[in-house]
Each structure stands twice: as C-alpha cells, then as structure tokens.
C-alpha cells in the first residue's frame, strides 16, 4: 500500500496550491482520507477529513474557509485545494487513510502514511 502525496511548492502569502494524494495497492473508497501537516519541531496536527463517500468533511479551526478537502473514489485520490495560503501554514503535508469508519483528528487513528509533500508560504 502507499500513498503518494504532490503538489506542494513555494507560494506567495494570499496564493493557492492544490496537493494530491493518489493511493495504489488497495482501494480506499470505502475509508476516511485525512490531511495532517506538521511545521518544523511541531507536532503533526490535523488538517481536515472526508468520509468514505466525499458527503461528510472536517476541518482544523484555522483552515475553515480557505481549505477544501475532496476526493475522487474512480481514481483512489484525495485533493486539498488551499487558497488564500498564509506563512503560517508553511509545513509538509501529509495524507493518511483512516483506521476506523468514522471521521477522526487524531494521527493514532490513521493507518497508512504518505511521504509529505513540502508547502511553503512566503510573506
């Protein structure tokens, strides 16, 4: 199973970027995809969640508005489009597929990881 993250890049404050995540080994329609970000010598912290059909989404406090998480079950994807980027959302990204069938913020709760896909915003 892995998960291939892309996407990520340098970005001016107020600019967009659209991070991918395509899964291959076994299909995941049928699981929670996450993103998860983690700064430098910060914890890895939830970023926002799609349930199994795309119909239920989550998302951290300081994304609401900015960020949408979406998915394509036909192509094992997972898309973040996030705009209006600020520097403090400088961090690698990462995908993750979900332990359980329910929507969860907790890394514990994710099973498989992605390698990070870099996102920095400059001021």
């Known amino acids: 199973v892995q998960l291939q993250a892309s996407g990520g890049g340098l970005v001016q404050a107020g600019g967009s970027l659209r991070l991918s995540c395509a899964a291959s080994?076994?299909?995941?329609?049928?699981?929670?995809m996450a993103w998860f970000r983690q700064a430098p010598e910060k914890e890895r912290e939830f970023v926002a969640a799609i349930s199994w059909s795309g119909g239920v989404t989550v998302y951290e406090d300081s994304v609401k508005g900015r960020f949408t998480i979406s998915r394509d079950n036909a192509r094992n994807t997972v898309y973040l489009q996030m705009n209006s980027l600020k520097p403090e959302d400088t961090a690698v990204y990462y995908c993750?597929?979900?332990?359980?069938?329910?929507?969860?913020?907790?890394?514990?709760?994710?099973?498989?990881w992605g390698q990070g896909t870099q996102v920095t915003v400059s001021s």
């Open positions: 080994g076994r299909t995941f329609s049928n699981d929670v």
């Open positions: 993750a597929v979900g332990r359980y069938g329910a929507i969860a913020r907790q890394k514990y709760d994710y099973d498989y």
